[in-house]
């Protein structure tokens, strides 16, 4: 089992950068690939990025990529979430996920895909 607590959220000025990070307890994080997801009041909790247990492969969402970098450093157990040019339609509360297997390219995007998620993180960005 694994136990994520996001961090790393606050205000930001559109065009500005944060970076949020996701801790993870236990000593078995280097078996996880990790997800990023975002819910916005009223919408459904949506995909932002994935990177798998070697972080040889990533994935982003279209509406990030470009802007937003996942990466992780399995020594510190912890997954990042660079974000850079900040949208008006980027604020949401951030969810860190795990699963204990690598996700096949059409999985990585379903919330059903992970088994262990994070309270959130919450976004917000000023215009």
């Known amino acids: 089992q694994v136990q994520l607590v996001e961090s790393g959220g606050g205000l930001v000025q559109a065009g500005g950068s944060l970076r949020l990070s996701c801790a993870a307890s236990?000593?078995?994080?280097?078996?996880?690939?990790m997800g990023w997801f975002r819910q916005a009041p009223g919408k459904e909790r949506e995909f932002v990025a994935y990177i798998s247990i070697s972080g040889g492969s990533t994935s982003y969402a279209d509406s990030v990529k470009g802007r937003f970098t996942i990466s992780r450093d399995n020594a510190k157990n912890t997954v990042y979430l660079q974000m850079n040019t900040l949208e008006p339609d980027d604020p949401a509360v951030y969810y860190c996920?795990?699963?204990?297997?690598?996700?096949?390219?059409?999985?990585?995007?379903?919330?059903?895909?992970?088994?262990?998620w994070g309270q959130g993180t919450q976004v917000t960005v000023s215009s």
């Open positions: 996920a795990a699963i204990q297997r690598t996700l096949a390219f059409n999985q990585r995007r379903v919330t059903t895909s992970y088994d262990y």
């Open positions: 236990g000593r078995t994080f280097s078996s996880y690939s």
